[in-house]
Nanobody
Framework: QLQASGGGLVQAGGSLRLSCAAS????????MGWFRQAPGKSREFVAG????????GYADSVKGRFTISRNNAKNTLYLQMNSLKPEDTAVYYC???????????????WGQGTQVTVSS
């Protein structure tokens, strides 16, 4: 199971740190990703990280502003979001996969989502 937290309301230019706590599986065995879904839009890839943290990828829209990381000892995934923009407003989901990719269909375990709202 995955439990995402840390969302909230923030002004443009602000920061938030999302966390995703994992339980029930060996967290370090899995590739982890963050996705987001805005109202009326499809779910989109935000960032992904390999099991050992050595391979990381970002969507172009968040590169240079967001940082994904993981702590396997704490079974926790993070997403540090800086310089937030109104277009970052969405429900953010963490997900686990046995293969690295940007397609949501490749991830078979999902958290419940946490709302991020960025005001202008």
């Amino acid at each position: 199971q995955l439990q995402a937290s840390g969302g909230g309301l923030v002004q443009a230019g602000g920061s938030l740190r999302l966390s995703c706590a994992a339980s029930g599986r060996i967290f370090s065995n899995y590739i982890m990703g963050w996705f987001r879904q805005a109202p009326g839009k499809s779910r989109e890839f935000v960032a992904g990280i390999s099991w050992n943290g050595l391979n990381i990828g970002y969507a172009d829209s968040v590169k240079g502003r967001f940082t994904i990381s993981r702590n396997n000892a704490k079974n926790t995934l993070y997403l540090q979001m800086n310089s937030l923009k109104p277009e970052d407003t969405a429900v953010y989901y963490c997900a686990a996969s046995s293969r690295y990719g940007t397609d949501a269909g490749m991830y078979d375990t999902w958290g419940q989502g946490t709302q991020v709202t960025v005001s202008s």
